[in-house]
């Protein structure tokens, strides 16, 4: 059987997700455009822009009308379907290429839920976090840029290099307000002009929730694995190629890499290892345990939130017409809106699928039978402060 290709760049979080769960089940595959030639490499892009282009790559469980596909990760399975979605990936996994040690997503479907919890609040908060460490704390001193022309030199000539390097730092710089890091007016970056962290008219900054909230995070990741090997317990699942997938990117970060090394050593270490495949694969039992609360509670003051404000603020741009959102939007200024996290205001735009991943996360908590939801709730606060409330 042919292997499947995992198509997107290290410097993605999604990709080192995929690209770990791949791993754990060991799917034989290939990484493209940084293990492919030129011809290999053009004909995997070809292919992916017919699938977008005629509407047929493929979100494991289905798609919806309030999806966006990203720009990386895709999936060329064994069959040269292409696939999206780095979540439904895991369920995809299970599905066709079980995992040994038990499947990524949680069979018990209280753990489950929390796993996809846990999973949906660092692809959608947890990004925020580490792109803001890679193109601010660490600005000027990672070399993202020059791996990314590194992989797709192995699609274009090597003389373009220098100049895709470059566009890159400066296109990511730009797009931090888009990632929800908004700098203070008067912030001292002794940088180039295309690498300075950007401010925005009307944007309150949020640097200090970004670094608070990283902070917080990290904490407690160090609890959770001073108690057990995983997040959920004995095993790997998605809330660990989640977490893995964000907090490693900005491994290859120095900066960012050495505070993440001083606070959270514990993390560090078991990055790595994932990193490096060394980590132990184990079958033990997953329990949701109370060593979980401060990460939950992280998760509910930032995450949470920031769900529930964007759903509203979707219901009410549709209810007056609008219809960009996402970077179209933010970049027209369009389907804007004014919200609160842990006390720092920020100003921000309506994300059509992160709609799609609050909805989801509610219809699964609500096919939760009562004493399920009953339990999680007296245990964790904050699911009973997430999914009280009516939707809007």
Do not use: C
């Not at 470059?166 to 912030?187: G, I, M």
């Not at 060394?278 to 509910?300: N, R």
Request: glycine share 6%; charged share 25%; proline share 6%.
């Amino acid at each position: 059987m042919a292997e499947s290709i995992l198509w997107g760049s290290e410097l993605s979080p999604f990709y080192l997700k995929v690209h770990a769960m791949l791993d754990h089940a060991g799917v034989e595959h290939r990484s493209l455009p940084g293990e492919g030639g030129r011809l290999e490499n053009i004909r995997a892009a070809a292919r992916i822009r017919q699938a977008k282009r005629r509407k047929t790559v493929l979100r494991f469980g289905g798609s919806d009308s309030l999806d966006e596909y990203p720009a990386v990760p895709f999936l060329i399975d064994a069959d040269r379907h292409v696939h999206y979605d780095s979540t439904a990936l895991a369920a995809w996994i299970d599905e066709t290429h079980p995992p040994a040690d038990g499947p990524l997503v949680p069979e018990d479907a209280a753990v489950e839920f929390v796993a996809r919890f846990i999973d949906e609040a660092f692809d959608e908060f947890g990004l925020y976090i580490v792109h803001h460490n890679r193109w601010v704390l660490s600005a000027g001193r990672n070399d993202a840029g020059d791996r990314f022309a590194a992989e797709l030199t192995r699609m274009f000539p090597p003389f373009m290099a220098g100049a895709i390097s470059r566009r890159v730092a400066a296109r990511q710089t730009r797009r931090l307000p888009y990632l929800f890091s908004v700098a203070h007016d008067d912030l001292e970056q002794d940088l180039p002009d295309d690498l300075r962290a950007p401010t925005r008219d009307g944007f309150p900054p949020t640097h200090a929730l970004l670094d608070e909230a990283w902070f917080a995070l990290l904490d407690a990741m160090e609890q959770i694995l001073g108690d057990q090997p995983f997040l959920l317990g004995g095993r790997f699942t998605l809330a660990d190629a989640s977490a893995y997938g964000q907090l490693s990117m900005n491994l290859t970060d120095a900066p960012a890499a050495s505070v993440l090394h001083e606070r959270a050593p514990r993390t560090f270490a078991w990055l790595a290892a994932i990193r490096d495949g060394a980590y132990t694969h184990a079958s033990g039992e997953l329990v949701v345990s109370d060593v979980l609360d401060p990460l939950l509670l992280t998760i509910g003051q930032t995450f949470v939130p920031l769900m529930q404000q964007n759903e509203r603020a979707f219901v009410d741009a549709t209810a007056r017409g609008e219809s960009l959102f996402n970077e179209t939007g933010f970049n027209r200024g369009s389907a804007l809106y004014d919200g609160s996290i842990a006390g720092h205001p920020y100003r921000h735009v309506v994300k059509s699928f992160q709609v799609r991943t609050w909805r989801d996360l509610r219809s699964r908590w609500q096919a939760l039978t009562l004493d399920q939801q009953t339990a999680l709730s007296r245990q964790f606060a904050v699911f009973g402060t997430a999914f009280s409330q009516e939707a809007p």
